[in-house]
């Protein structure tokens, strides 16, 4: 419990240096429901489903982009010799980063969650859409602290979005449970098996996640810190 605390200290920190950013994120849901509204409009069920479905994919772009970032602009600010000289671990600093970049997404899809019903959003949509967002989000703070390592911010947060993608490349009987959770947030909710499919993703997302963080560490124990001049 100690080291995740120490994480979530961090990661609040981060958050806190970033927090006009993070505000424009949690109003840009309320934003779009106004412009829907605006007028006294009722907007047809599929442009609704069209803004949902492309404000997930912000969604999971800000995680893939905020994850990707963190840890250069730590470097660029020599930020991160501070922090890791106050006996934090090298893990609970990536813990950190991991954190700052998908906890503004749970706010995000609280505010979806909120503002959907008003746009008339039906349940069924609004709860796939949104639980498949928070479990490709793990999936995807995971890639991008990874690729971080070794990548630029942005290079990074693009290569983690393409790799959460491949999935919807596999032939039939190759797919994974990520492939099904990706087709919800792109073309719409499952109509079959629903339970078995988010079951599944949750235990695939979860376990990949942790692998692929665990692997981010491995490699970040075992390298010199690359600080960057500006």
């Given at each position: 419990?100690?080291?995740?605390?120490k994480?979530?200290?961090?990661?609040r920190?981060?958050?806190?240096?970033?927090?006009?950013?993070?505000l424009?994120?949690?109003?840009?849901?309320w934003g779009?429901?106004?412009?829907?509204?605006?007028?006294?409009?009722?907007?047809?069920?599929?442009d609704?489903?069209?803004?949902?479905?492309?404000?997930s994919?912000?969604?999971?772009?800000?995680?893939a982009?905020?994850?990707?970032?963190l840890?250069?602009?730590?470097?660029?600010?020599?930020?991160?010799?501070?922090?890791?000289?106050r006996?934090?671990?090298?893990?609970?600093?990536?813990g950190?980063?991991?954190?700052?970049?998908?906890l503004?997404l749970?706010?995000?899809?609280?505010?979806?969650?909120?503002t959907?019903p008003m746009?008339?959003?039906?349940?069924?949509?609004?709860?796939?859409a949104?639980?498949?967002?928070?479990?490709?989000?793990?999936m995807t703070?995971?890639?991008?602290?990874?690729?971080?390592l070794t990548?630029?911010?942005?290079?990074?947060?693009?290569v983690?979005?393409?790799?959460?993608?491949v999935?919807?490349?596999?032939?039939?009987?190759w797919?994974?449970a990520q492939t099904?959770?990706?087709?919800?947030?792109l073309?719409?909710p499952?109509?079959?098996h629903?339970?078995?499919?988010?079951g599944?993703?949750?235990?695939e997302t979860?376990?990949?996640?942790?692998?692929?963080?665990?692997?981010?560490?491995?490699?970040?124990?075992?390298?010199?810190?690359?600080?960057k001049s500006?």
């Open positions: 419990m100690k080291p995740l605390m994480s979530l200290r961090i990661a920190q981060l958050l806190w240096m970033n927090r006009w950013l993070w424009l994120l949690v109003l840009w849901p779009m429901a106004a412009m829907l509204l605006a007028g006294g409009l009722h907007p047809a069920p599929e609704v489903e069209a803004a949902l479905e492309q404000q994919i912000y969604g999971l772009a800000l995680v982009f905020t994850g990707g970032a840890l250069g602009n730590e470097q660029r600010s020599r930020r991160i010799v501070l922090v890791l000289s006996a934090v671990s090298r893990r609970e600093y990536l950190a980063l991991w954190l700052a970049s998908f503004p749970v706010l995000y899809v609280l505010d979806l969650a909120l959907g746009l008339g959003v039906s349940a069924l949509v609004l709860w796939q949104l639980g498949a967002l928070l479990l490709l989000s793990l703070a995971s890639l991008a602290v990874l690729a971080s990548l630029p911010g942005v290079v990074a947060g693009m983690s979005l393409v790799v959460l993608s999935p919807l490349l596999l032939p039939p009987g797919q994974m099904r959770l990706l087709q919800v947030l073309s719409g499952a109509t079959d629903v339970r078995i499919a988010f599944a993703g949750l235990l979860v376990v990949l996640s942790a692998a692929i963080f665990e692997s981010a560490v491995r490699i970040f124990e075992r390298r010199d810190l690359r600080l500006e």
